[in-house]
C-alpha cells in the first residue's frame, strides 16, 4: 500500500475508491450498451433500419421488442450516470491518517455530495488495542477445487471494535500485508496479532 507521508510522528495512507480502471471501464461499456439498446428501441418503433446487418425490422412492432429495449436502455443509462457521478466526486476515497503528536488516528473518507460529503471517524490512541492480521479460505472453482487465502489488515480498538486498514481489492501480497501491519504496530507501540 503506498504511503504518502512519512514523518517519525505521522504516517498518512491513500485509499483509492471509485477512480479505479475497472470503474471507468464499466461505466463507459454500460453507457455504450445503454446506448445501442435505445437505438434499437427508436429503429423498431419507426420501422427503420439503421443497422446494415440485421434482417428485416418491419417483421418485429414495437410493442413489446421495442417497450422492452427501451426500458432496458434508459435503465442501463441511470446505471451508467451513477457510475459517472461516483467517478467524478470520489466517492469512497479519502486518507488514514496515524498522529502520534495527536494521539489520533483519523480516517477520513467522501461521500455523495450533501451535508454528509466529509466522513470522518477518529479513533484516539489510547483505544487501539491491536493490529491484527485475519487470514480467511476462499474455495474456488467449478471443476477443481482451489483454495484462495485472503488477508486484511484490522485495527481492533475498545469502542469501534475492528476497523479494517486494508481490503481484498487492494491485491495486497501476503509480504506487503505483514509489512504494513509490521510497520504500523511497531509506530502505534500495539502488538501486532495473526
Same mark, same amino acid.
Given at each position: 500500500?503506498?504511503?504518502?507521508?512519512?514523518?517519525?510522528?505521522?504516517?498518512?495512507? #491513500?485509499?483509492?475508491?471509485?477512480?479505479?480502471?475497472?470503474?471507468?471501464?464499466?461505466?463507459?461499456?454500460?453507457?455504450?450498451?445503454?446506448?445501442?439498446? %435505445?437505438? /434499437?428501441?427508436?429503429?423498431?418503433?419507426?420501422? /427503420? =433500419?439503421?443497422?446494415?446487418?440485421?434482417?428485416?425490422?418491419? =417483421?418485429?412492432?414495437?410493442?413489446?421488442?421495442?417497450?422492452?429495449?427501451?426500458?432496458?436502455?434508459?435503465?442501463? %443509462?441511470?446505471?451508467?450516470?451513477?457510475?459517472?457521478?461516483?467517478?467524478?466526486?470520489?466517492?469512497?476515497?479519502?486518507?488514514?491518517?496515524? =498522529?502520534?503528536?495527536?494521539?489520533?488516528?483519523?480516517?477520513?473518507?467522501?461521500?455523495?455530495?450533501?451535508?454528509?460529503?466529509?466522513?470522518?471517524?477518529? /479513533? #484516539?490512541?489510547?483505544?487501539?488495542?491491536?493490529?491484527?492480521?485475519?487470514?480467511?479460505?476462499?474455495?474456488?472453482?467449478?471443476?477443481?477445487?482451489?483454495?484462495?487465502?485472503?488477508?486484511?489488515?484490522?485495527?481492533?480498538?475498545?469502542?469501534?471494535?475492528?476497523?479494517? %486498514?486494508?481490503?481484498?481489492? =487492494?491485491?495486497?501480497?501476503?509480504?506487503?500485508?505483514?509489512?504494513?501491519?509490521?510497520?504500523?504496530?511497531?509506530?502505534?507501540?500495539?502488538?501486532?496479532?495473526?
Amino acid at each position: 500500500m503506498n504511503i504518502i507521508l512519512r514523518l517519525e510522528h505521522l504516517r498518512v495512507y #491513500p485509499i483509492t475508491e471509485s477512480r479505479k480502471i475497472s470503474n471507468f471501464f464499466w461505466a463507459f461499456i454500460i453507457f455504450l450498451g445503454s446506448l445501442g439498446l %435505445l437505438l /434499437v428501441a427508436i429503429s423498431s418503433y419507426l420501422g /427503420v =433500419d439503421f443497422f446494415f446487418l440485421s434482417e428485416e425490422i418491419s =417483421d418485429f412492432p414495437f410493442i413489446p421488442q421495442g417497450a422492452t429495449m427501451s426500458f432496458y436502455g434508459i435503465e442501463g %443509462l441511470f446505471i451508467s450516470f451513477y457510475l459517472w457521478c461516483t467517478i467524478l466526486w470520489d466517492v469512497g476515497s479519502g486518507y488514514d491518517i496515524f =498522529d502520534k503528536k495527536e494521539r489520533k488516528v483519523c480516517f477520513f473518507r467522501w461521500g455523495f455530495p450533501g451535508k454528509n460529503r466529509r466522513i470522518i471517524l477518529e /479513533v #484516539p490512541m489510547k483505544e487501539i488495542q491491536s493490529i491484527r492480521i485475519i487470514t480467511g479460505v476462499k474455495e474456488e472453482g467449478i471443476f477443481t477445487r482451489t483454495l484462495t487465502y485472503e488477508s486484511i489488515v484490522y485495527m481492533k480498538t475498545i469502542e469501534q471494535g475492528f476497523i479494517p %486498514l486494508t481490503r481484498i481489492e =487492494d491485491n495486497l501480497t501476503p509480504p506487503e500485508i505483514a509489512h504494513k501491519a509490521g510497520e504500523l504496530a511497531i509506530f502505534l507501540g500495539v502488538p501486532l496479532l495473526y
